[in-house]
């Protein structure tokens, strides 16, 4: 199993001590939201693409992709009924999947739910039919840079729409491309109403990305949700991707954080194997 963490946990460090304690603590991987390289991530300049690329690598870390991607931007929208708000945002996300490819990723996770709920006056499948028009407009993009866009689904404390992985798998279907597949989380899935563990396995088909993390958003294991059955529903479905950790709550500490994330998720799989 691969470990990654989200990089906009570490804030205003350095980026090198960043990739430092990354590599200390045991994570393999980062995956990098596009607002932390600056506020017009998309015209981000070759060279300085490279330097970033470049620094990652140097450091024995992976780039897993992007996620965040419409996070702290303006003018982009899923499932609006304005079609040039949509032709813009399948336009950026398919900048963000050239970005994405130029730093080594090759997923992107599509969360940002203040950029995709949708009004009280607008159905569920008119929703969809708006986003799968933006999907179906990037599809070039993603096939040409080689990256997957990761839908993910969200709890509804976060926003209507994509709330449960079936709703999510339901968009996947109709659009039947490789390039578009399943990202799960576990802050998100504890909203359900079923085990996590089932979620996992009902969508095993669709799933290409994960993150860990706990419904008080803080890192996996620093809660009430125990990751064994997590992890043996994921070896279960022969699952391969990264298993990246994403936080939403720093006040433990950047350092404690990772660290504790690790340790936690090492500690799980030792029991798995006893």
Known sequence: MRFAICNELFQDWPWERA????????????????????????????????????????????????????AKTEGYHLTTNESEVRTRTAGYLGQLSQLCRDLGGSVMVLG???????????????????????????????????????????????????NHAAQTIRVIEQLDSPWVRLHLDVKAMSSEGKPIADVIRESAKHLVHFHANDPNLLGPGMGEVPFEPIFAALREVAYEGWVSVEVFDYSPGIETIARQSMQNMRNALLHLDV
């Open 19 to 70: 990739l430092e304690l990354t590599l200390e603590c045991g994570y393999t991987g980062w995956e990098i939201a596009p607002f932390t390289l600056g506020r017009r991530p998309e015209q981000l300049p070759a060279d300085r693409r490279r330097q970033l690329a470049d620094q990652i690598q140097r450091s024995g870390i992976e780039v897993v992709g992007l996620h965040w991607l419409l």
């Open 112 to 162: 940002s739910p203040q950029q995709r709920n949708f009004p009280e006056t607008m159905t569920h499948q008119q929703a969809d039919e708006n986003a799968l028009s933006v999907l179906e407009a990037v599809l070039p993009d993603l096939e040409k840079n080689q990256v997957t866009l990761a839908l993910e689904p969200l709890g509804p404390g976060e926003g209507n729409y994509w």
